[in-house]
């Protein structure tokens, strides 16, 4: 029996870690699945780190919103648009993803937050802007 802990891969997004899978190398495409990120695998000398490829861009947040909708069998509200300019405007003004309905601008509030990652829609039917529903 093995003593060594599983490697972990970092998530810059949702600022957790991950387990990395067998057959995954530097290089690799993956999707975090806490908040659903498109990540491009690195090693560093403290461990796996996954970095955004589109870092920044409106492919990024429709592909990351996607991913997490689908990962917890969430759907969208009939505003998803409206909420998607919400988001890229944050992103101009404050540098990423940060939830449009909140007035704080740090990692725990990028989307999908830490409260949604935490089980606010399973909770309360619904993420906190609105943006995740849970399916009926």
């Known amino acids: 029996m093995s003593d060594a802990k599983p490697e972990r891969v970092y998530c810059p997004v949702c600022l957790a870690r991950f387990k990395f899978q067998e057959g995954w190398k ?8 806490i ?3 498109k990540l491009t695998l ?4 403290e461990g796996w780190v996954g970095d955004r490829p589109d870092k920044g861009t409106e492919k990024e947040i429709r592909e990351r919103a996607e991913a997490y909708a689908r990962l ?9 648009e409206e909420i998607l300019q919400g988001l890229l405007g944050k992103n101009r003004r404050f540098g990423d993803f940060y939830c449009p309905c909140r007035m704080e ?3 725990e509030f990028q989307c999908p937050c830490k409260p949604t990652r935490g089980g606010d829609v399973d909770r309360n039917g619904k993420c906190y802007c609105g943006f995740f529903w849970k399916s009926q």
């Open 26 to 33: 530097e290089g690799s495409t993956v999707t975090c699945p």
């Open 35 to 37: 908040c659903g990120q």
């Open 42 to 45: 690195r090693r560093t000398p």
């Open 72 to 80: 917890k069998g969430y759907v969208f509200n009939e505003m998803k």
């Open 105 to 107: 601008h740090t990692p």
